[in-house]
């Protein structure tokens, strides 16, 4: 089946640095991958749609040059937190679809600790 | 507003018995409805889609069951296990796109 891979699974930074997390499909060509935010006991919450060869669409209150989003090709995605600080601090997971289906593959997450 | 709701409360219930959770949304037309497992620290990982047209879909022990006009979906694991006891994620694809929504889940524990 479709598998996602994500990296790093785990990141420590301090603040003010940035961090990129990078989110590949292994076996398909993701035209659409999307990037979640997760904090404990809650919902995924869609920050925004990568498109490969265009640029992201961000979801309301995401700021854009805060979470750079990166879709250079059909089998990559990254994620880069700049300036980290530690409320930034979070699960973040990808997720990827080929074309014509509506199933998301999921990364396995990155936890990001801001010290 | 919109909402996806899923019971906060975790469910408890004994190896064997018949799980049942509930996902009930507001103000969203979804074309279909998706259910995911997750287990602490991981990804979700999919495990059945129900369109707006169909009012059941099984899996094995899983069964889904999607109703329009109430605007609710029920997921049924039959026969629990152990090995099931994790966070369901109830999740709304809208149409025209891949975007899809997610509720905050329900966690299951099943006892032996």
């Known amino acids: 089946g479709a598998v996602v891979s994500q990296h790093p699974s785990r990141v420590i930074c301090k603040s003010g640095t940035s961090v990129k997390i990078e989110c590949r499909s292994l076996d398909f060509q993701a035209t659409t991958m999307f990037w979640y935010r997760q904090f404990p006991k809650q919902s995924l919450m869609l920050m925004a749609t990568?498109?490969?060869?265009?640029?992201?669409?961000?979801e309301q209150g995401v700021e854009k040059d805060k979470f750079l989003i990166n879709h250079a090709s059909l089998t990559l995605s990254t994620l880069t937190v700049t300036s980290a600080h530690p409320e930034d601090s979070s699960f973040y997971i990808c997720s990827a679809a080929s074309s014509g289906a509506n199933v998301l593959t999921f990364g396995a997450g990155s936890r990001l600790t801001v010290l | 507003s919109q909402k996806i709701e899923q019971n906060s409360e975790a469910l408890n219930i004994q190896e064997g018995k018949t799980a049942t959770l509930t996902c009930n949304y507001t103000n969203y037309s979804p074309a279909y409805l998706q259910w995911y497992r997750q287990d602490p620290g991981r990804g979700p990982v999919f495990l059945l889609l129900i369109r707006e047209n169909e009012k059941e879909k099984r899996k094995e022990r899983l069964k889904v069951t999607f109703d329009t006009t109430l605007k609710q979906s029920l997921f049924h694991i039959t026969a629990s296990q152990p090995a099931d006891s994790a966070t369901y994620l109830c999740a709304l694809g809208l149409s025209g796109g891949f975007k899809t929504i997610f509720g905050a889940g329900t966690r299951l524990f099943v006892k032996a």
């Open positions: 990568s498109n490969e060869g265009s640029k992201a669409t961000y």
